[in-house]
Each structure stands twice: as C-alpha cells, then as structure tokens.
C-alpha cells in the first residue's frame, strides 16, 4: 500500500520505431518548397533516402514531445533511497577520470 507518492519524469529514447520493419502505413504531408529543399538536402547528406530520413526525424521528435509523459512512481521508502543517493557526496572514480581525460577515438591520429 502507498502511503505517499512521488513521481518522477524521465526521458526514454525508444528507436523501435524507426527500426527497419514492414511499412504498411503511409502517411502524407504538404511542405514549402524550401522545406522540401531543406530535406531533401539532409536526407543526400546523411546518405538516407527521403522515406528513412523522414521517419526517423518524426519519430525521434515524436519522442522527444512524448518524453514528459512517461514517469516512474515511487513508495515513500523507494523515494528517499533515490533522493539520498542523488544526495550523497561525489566519490572520486580516478579510472573514469582517466579515460575522460584521454583525447577520444575520434580526436586520435
């Protein structure tokens, strides 16, 4: 039985929508001739056609607004573990250090 409750929201990036599955849906939209122009653009240079560039922006904006929504609820005793380890002091992780402190594979010649 809950005898308070606390609510949490946290953002949860599900990409099982912009998965490669068996389309069936088709959706149409009207856009400017600059937006079509504009997509058309940064579909050429991520080297995505039109349909998989398109799909991909909305769902991952879909997400994005759908994000707020989702939420965690807690017990009281749930709730302040979470709160009191949100609260405990930073601990030193000089192996993390370390590897953040290194140049990444991308910055690496």
Same mark, same amino acid.
């Given at each position: /039985? #809950?005898?308070?409750? @606390? ?7 599900? /990409? ?6 068996? &389309? ?10 600059? *937006?079509? &122009? ?8 991520? &080297?995505?056609? /039109? ?14 607004? #759908?994000?707020? *929504?989702? @939420? ?5 005793? *749930? ?11 930073? *601990? ?6 370390? #590897? ?7 910055? &690496?010649?």
């Amino acid at each position: /039985m #809950l005898a308070a409750c @606390h609510t949490l929201y946290v953002q949860e990036i599900l /990409m099982l929508a912009i998965a490669q599955k068996n &389309r069936t849906e088709r959706l149409n939209v009207r856009v400017t001739e600059d *937006q079509a &122009r504009l997509i058309r653009r940064a579909a050429k240079e991520t &080297r995505a056609n /039109m349909s998989s560039f398109l799909v991909e922006s909305a769902c991952l904006r879909a997400e994005e607004a #759908l994000a707020s *929504q989702q @939420h965690f609820v807690y017990t009281e005793k *749930q709730w302040n573990a979470f709160t009191a380890a949100l609260d405990r002091p930073e *601990q030193d992780k000089p192996r993390l250090r370390a #590897l953040l402190s290194e140049p990444s594979i991308l910055e &690496r010649r």
